[in-house]
């Protein structure tokens, strides 16, 4: 193999064109994720996004815990997964808020971007979590919860 060869293989290509597609060599560096520029405004970017978007992640756990009050009510399978997935992501968004405050302060070790990233991934995958159960495991519990439901109701009147 030359290095013809080498370079017209379908997977350095691949490669190359996702080395030019990103914007910014920054982000592959690690002092970017590691590095406190300092105190910062509350409406510099580096601050409001983060701010807004762990406020919306706290919404929405606010909002999960509200919807399971009001709307579904006393249905324990549903109960356990609306509940647990809205206190989980209010304290990863209080969590997150306090990183960013800690940022905007110019904290160095509890202020650099890596504790944000590491945050919003914890978010995204604790919320896709609870999408898989609702998805998968729901249906199943509902049956069980159905099925001993009914047998509670019929087999205390028989015995009685």
Known sequence: MNSKDILNNEIIKHIFSIIKGI???RLLQVSYWFHNPGPAAFMARGVLIP??????IIFTGIGL???NKFKIGRYPPKNRIFKDCGIGLIIIGISGEVFTL???????FLGVRFFLLVNLLLALGFAAYYLRLYLKRLPSEILKYEAAALKKKYLSKSRS
Do not use: P, W
């Open 102 to 108: 800690m940022r905007s302060q110019g904290i160095n």
């Open 65 to 67: 815990i509200l919807y």
């Open 51 to 56: 701010l807004l978007l762990f406020a919306l």
């Open 23 to 25: 914007t910014s060599i």
